[in-house]
């Protein structure tokens, strides 16, 4: 399952922190609090890239690579970029991972973005 959520909100006072778990709550997701990575710009792009390419439990092809890198990139290009924040619910390597679970799924993957004033989550679900 596949969700790609934007929300245009004021966050210029908010905690960040807060603010995402409010976000993922209204998804129907679970907040992680000091579960969140934060990464700088081009580990959220890689980080996006790999989630929408390859499947998270036999590591098949959802989306052709240049596709997958396509999206990424226009997602994360909704934001400021010089005022954007970046998180993801764990850390996702070519051979292992470690994710703190925001649905009942097997695994998951996302990467939430926010500026001053939108917030958005990419999120995949998988099952083994």
Do not use: R
């Not at 960040?16 to 969140?36: F, H, M, R, S, T």
């Not at 970046?86 to 009942?104: D, Q, R, V």
């Amino acid at each position: 399952m596949l969700t790609i959520d934007l929300k245009q909100t004021d966050l210029s006072t908010s905690d960040e922190i807060k603010a995402a778990d409010n976000y993922v709550q209204e998804l129907g997701l679970a907040p992680l609090g000091a579960g969140w990575k934060e990464l700088d710009k081009a580990a959220a792009e890689d980080s996006l890239t790999q989630l929408l390419h390859l499947s998270q439990a036999y590591h098949d092809e959802l989306l052709p690579l240049s596709t997958a890198q396509e999206l990424a990139h226009f997602f994360l290009g909704l934001f400021d970029s010089y005022n954007a924040s970046f998180y993801s619910n764990g850390i996702f390597g070519p051979s292992s991972s470690s994710w703190n679970p925001l649905t009942e799924s097997t695994f998951d993957k996302a990467v939430l973005v926010m500026d001053h004033e939108a917030i958005g989550i990419i999120c995949v679900e998988d099952e083994d």
